[in-house]
Nanobody
Framework: QVQLAESGGGLVQAGGSLRLSCTAS????????MGWFRQAPGKEREFVTA????????LYADSVKGRFTVSRANARTTVYLRMNSLKPEDTAVYYC???????????????????WGQGTQVTVSS
C-alpha cells in the first residue's frame, strides 16, 4: 500500500520559517518525481515546487521562488520543504505528491501526480 505522510505544519508569524516533511512508504519512491502543492480555502490546489528523483533538478512557483527550498534525503524516500520569509498568503493546506510517470522534466499539474498525502495545515499570521 502506497502512503505519503506530511508533517511539520503549524502556526507561524509572518516572516517566520517552517520545514515540512513528507515520508513515503509502500513503494520504491526513489525513482519518482516528488511535488508539493497547496490549497487555500475557496481556491484551487496550486503547484508549489517539484524535485527530480535524484534531487538534482527543482522547479518552483514564482510566488515562492527564493523563499522556499525543496530537498530529498533518506534514499530519496523523504522530501523536505523549507519555507522562509512566510507571508499570510502562504496560508494553506500543503500536500506532497508522487509522480511515477517517468516522463522527462518536472510537472506542475496536480493531474500529473499519482499519489497524494493527507496534507498539513500551515497558517501564517500577520
Amino acid at each position: 500500500q502506497v502512503q505519503l505522510a506530511e508533517s511539520g505544519g503549524g502556526l507561524v508569524q509572518a516572516g517566520g520559517s517552517l520545514r515540512l516533511s513528507c515520508t513515503a512508504s509502500g513503494r520504491t519512491f526513489g525513482s519518482s518525481v516528488m511535488g508539493w502543492f497547496r490549497q487555500a480555502p475557496g481556491k484551487e490546489r496550486e503547484f508549489v515546487t517539484a524535485i527530480s528523483w535524484a534531487g538534482l533538478n527543482t522547479l518552483y512557483a514564482d510566488s515562492v521562488k527564493g523563499r522556499f527550498t525543496v530537498s530529498r534525503a533518506n534514499a530519496r524516500t523523504t522530501v523536505y520543504l523549507r519555507m522562509n520569509s512566510l507571508k499570510p498568503e502562504d496560508t494553506a493546506v500543503y500536500y506532497c505528491a508522487a509522480d511515477f510517470s517517468q516522463l522527462p522534466g518536472l510537472r506542475r499539474a496536480p493531474s500529473d501526480y499519482d499519489f497524494w498525502g493527507q496534507g498539513t495545515q500551515v497558517t501564517v499570521s500577520s
